[in-house]
């Protein structure tokens, strides 16, 4: 146990010099506005991990939980002097004397929390995640007496709805309608905050995993009938995981918000739920290492994919296609031999495999034919990549590359003897107590004959 906090003490260390240095280098922009959205979308990816994962419900609104965050955190931190013009043109009456976080803290007596953006920001955040929290209370009570596709038909529309309410005349008063809110301060949505975010939630719900609400959450997820004939209260356990996942993802919304500057009802739409489910089904439902994994795939492809919207000749699309068929053939098949499965390769393998031979020779014999050299442009590609790897996770490796796994030292340093807790102690004492178990008094025996 203390080498295993000691590896996580110094591999978080090193994490924090190697963003220090990367802070420090010139011409890092690029890599740390990456590593600061794996960060944001992360942490909105391990919260839907809870539910759709661990509790083995099909969520569909999570997009409507971040932008109530986005909002609340927009509103809270929205300078003086963006804040002025924005109230006397939309806000009311009652919100230009109550909805200003800088004069809650100082009625209040926390000016020292009031004068630093930094410590604001925190208040703002948890404010942002309380009120995604009670809204996921609202949404979970009702909506989980459902089951399936019904229930994910009807967070679906919860969702939509969020989502569009800001444009409502009635709400557009706080929210700017369609325009939505910009001047948010950038210092907040940096990648330390994100960072530091990021280990706070991995920290909290890798606790809440091996704990006993972590093993009810997974029960109610095996079997319904029986986590309930052992006790678990469904309706409880349901409400609390919906809840507990809303509230981080009301924080993902904030710090997204902050990152971005600026918040609208397109910010968060459907794709932003679409691109979390695709995370945490390619690393691993039920896997926080997994929807980890899987989120940094996503943030990558959609940052440093803009290489396959580019205008190419034909043929460099024929030859993507043959690569892809052939990729999918090939790890279809060692799947296959590693679970030691037979045959090896199925018919539908043999198709994905023909039709990547078929795409490879037509790219060779007709290379140079001018309907293979013409220019082409494929707009959206990142996102078609991305749905044909579910489909192809689905469909070759449906418990996504760590299935429901967790990262452990042990996969590095191989298993070791630990210490055995005061409970295993007793266990075996009872067990080789020849009062208390018969058997142990027995082999007794037979060891003193022999």
Do not use: C
């Not at 409507?64 to 929205?78: K, R, S």
């Not at 449906?398 to 005061?422: C, N, Q, V, Y």
């Amino acid at each position: 146990m203390m080498r295993n906090t000691l590896l996580t003490l110094a591999t978080v260390g090193l994490a924090i010099l190697g963003l220090y240095l990367l802070t420090q280098a010139e011409g890092s922009s690029g890599l740390l506005s990456a590593l600061t959205l794996i960060f944001i979308w992360g942490i909105a990816a391990v919260s839907l991990n809870l539910i759709n994962g661990q509790l083995g419900i099909l969520s569909l609104g999570h997009h409507g939980f971040m932008l109530i965050g986005g909002y609340v955190t927009a509103l809270l931190m929205l300078p003086e002097k963006e804040r002025a013009p924005f109230r006397t043109r939309l806000l009311s009456d009652w919100a230009r004397n109550h909805l200003d976080l800088d004069k809650w803290l100082r009625g209040a007596g926390l000016d020292f929390i009031a004068n630093s953006i930094d410590l604001k920001f925190v208040v703002a955040l948890f404010l942002a995640g309380l009120a995604a929290a009670v809204v996921g209370v609202i949404v979970g009570a009702p909506s989980l007496r459902l089951k399936g596709d019904y229930l994910a038909i009807v967070t679906f529309g919860f969702g939509e709805i969020i989502r569009l309410l800001p444009n409502a005349p009635e709400v557009a008063a706080l929210t700017n309608g369609p325009l939505g809110i910009k001047g948010i301060p950038g210092d907040a949505g940096t990648v330390w905050w994100t960072f530091f975010a990021f280990l706070f939630v991995l920290w909290f719900l890798t606790r809440l995993k091996f704990s006993s609400y972590g093993r009810a959450f997974e029960g109610i997820r095996e079997d319904e009938i029986a986590a309930e004939a052992m006790g678990v209260n469904l309706a409880y356990h349901k409400v609390l995981a919906f809840t507990i996942s809303a509230f981080f993802a009301g924080v993902a919304g904030g710090l997204y918000a902050s990152y971005l500057q600026s918040v609208d009802t397109q910010t968060f739409n459907f794709f932003v739920t679409f691109f979390l489910l695709v995370a945490i089904s390619l690393g691993g439902l039920g896997s926080i290492t997994g929807a980890v994994l899987g989120t940094a795939i996503v943030v990558l492809v959609r940052i440093y994919g803009g290489f396959l919207e580019k205008p190419y000749p034909a043929y460099v699309g024929y030859l993507g296609g043959a690569v892809v068929m052939l990729s999918a053939f090939a790890f279809s098949a060692y799947i296959r031999k590693a679970r030691r499965l037979r045959p090896v390769v199925e018919t539908k393998h043999l198709i994905f495999g023909a039709l990547g031979v078929a795409l490879l020779l037509v790219t060779v014999l007709f290379r140079n034919e001018p309907w293979m050299t013409q220019t082409v442009q494929f707009f959206g590609l990142r996102k078609i990549l991305l749905a044909v790897i579910l489909i192809l996770i689905m469909i070759y490796r449906r418990e996504g590359i760590m299935g429901r796994a967790e990262f452990s030292w042990k996969l590095i340093f191989g298993p070791r003897e630990d210490i055995p807790t005061e409970e295993q102690r007793k266990q075996d004492a009872w067990l080789s107590n020849p009062d208390l178990n018969p058997d142990a008094a027995k082999k007794e025996d037979d060891d003193a004959s022999a």
